[in-house]
């Protein structure tokens, strides 16, 4: 599967974007889905993931409340809803997937084999 990001741009604390990814290829609905970032001069962290059905969704504590992972598997598309972001949202967000049939969660990046090509996103204070 091939993966496209995209709705990335600037934005002003306390502001909001939404991320989408859409997925080429069959079988979209048999992927556990994830996003990551990495920080400029830091490590690509796990942000949000979700179950294949989409009945269940994983943050990092980091952003628990104020971002929404989701999907649509009829669009192949999962999505990421930011709200109040803070200059420490800043990154380059990627979208990625589990292989396919692994079900279960993951935030180690290293379990993930299929990786869109990042958006960034930049939170000015």
């Known amino acids: 599967v091939q993966l496209q990001a995209s709705g990335g741009g600037l934005v002003q604390a306390g502001g909001s974007l939404r991320l989408s990814c859409v997925a080429s290829?069959?079988?979209?609905?048999?992927?556990?889905m994830s996003w990551f970032r990495q920080p400029p001069g830091k490590e690509r962290e796990f942000v949000a993931g979700?179950?294949?059905?989409?009945?269940?969704?994983y943050y990092d504590d980091s952003v628990k409340g104020r971002f929404t992972v989701s999907r649509d598997n009829r669009k192949s598309s999962v999505y990421l809803q930011m709200n109040n972001l803070q200059p420490e949202d800043t990154a380059v967000y990627y979208c990625?997937?589990?292989?396919?049939?692994?079900?279960?969660?993951?935030?180690?990046?290293?379990?993930?084999?299929?990786w869109g090509q990042g958006t960034l996103v930049t939170v000015s204070s």
């Open positions: 990625a997937s589990r292989p396919r049939g692994y079900y279960s969660y993951s935030s180690d990046p290293n379990n993930y084999v299929h």
């Open positions: 290829g069959r079988s979209f609905g048999d992927y556990f």
């Open positions: 979700i179950t294949d059905n989409g009945g269940s969704t």
